[in-house]
């Protein structure tokens, strides 16, 4: 299961591609901010979750592949056991990171790796998803800044 999402810049983060569909919202906060995603006419499920900005201009998501059995558990688990599974979905795998903006949607996407479970557990997983943003953005900036120009 290493199938990364495909994000398309300007989606909206529960909605990140024509590719894709929810199948099930597990939180909401003015827009879904937890769910299960599918992929149309293949099966493969996500798992995506608001990590931090929820109520703010930006935010940061993460998105990450699970299978059909990990999706049905979390379609019927509830309050802290919803929670420290979700955690667990995110500890050894490839997340897909997405920065996005309330009007303009996704504006950048990252790969990150989470191999502590305490660090999803505290809620750290937003500090480091965001420091590996804002590298990826620097690097692209260096690269764009030493490019010739015609």
């Given at each position: 299961?290493?199938?990364?999402?495909?994000?398309?810049?300007?989606?909206?983060p529960?909605?990140?591609?024509?590719?894709?569909?929810?199948?099930?919202?597990?939180?909401?906060?003015?827009?879904?901010?937890?769910?299960?995603?599918?992929?149309r006419?293949?099966?493969?499920?996500?798992?995506?979750?608001?990590?931090?900005?929820?109520?703010?201009?930006?935010?940061?998501?993460?998105?990450?592949?699970?299978?059909?059995?990990?999706?049905?558990?979390?379609?019927?688990?509830?309050?802290?056991?919803?929670?420290?599974f979700?955690?667990?979905?995110?500890?050894?795998?490839?997340?897909?990171?997405?920065?996005?903006?309330?009007?303009?949607?996704i504006?950048?996407?990252?790969?990150?790796?989470?191999?502590?479970?305490?660090?999803?557990?505290?809620?750290?997983?937003?500090?480091?998803?965001?420091?590996t943003?804002q590298?990826?953005i620097?690097?692209?900036a260096?690269?764009?800044?030493?490019m010739?120009?015609?």
């Amino acid at each position: 299961m290493t199938e990364r999402i495909e994000l398309e810049l300007g989606a909206r983060p529960w909605a990140p591609s024509r590719a894709m569909r929810m199948v099930h919202e597990l939180n909401f906060y003015d827009m879904p901010t937890e769910g299960i995603l599918k992929k149309r006419f293949r099966p493969a499920y996500y798992f995506f979750a608001c990590v931090d900005g929820v109520a703010t201009e930006y935010n940061l998501w993460v998105y990450t592949r699970i299978s059909r059995a990990e999706a049905q558990r979390l379609k019927r688990l509830r309050s802290d056991d919803l929670r420290r599974f979700e955690a667990r979905l995110l500890v050894d795998r490839k997340l897909t990171v997405a920065v996005a903006n309330e009007d303009q949607g996704i504006l950048h996407r990252a790969l990150v790796t989470v191999s502590d479970p305490l660090r999803v557990e505290e809620s750290k997983i937003a500090s480091q998803a965001w420091q590996t943003v804002q590298e990826d953005i620097k690097a692209e900036a260096g690269a764009i800044a030493r490019m010739a120009y015609c």
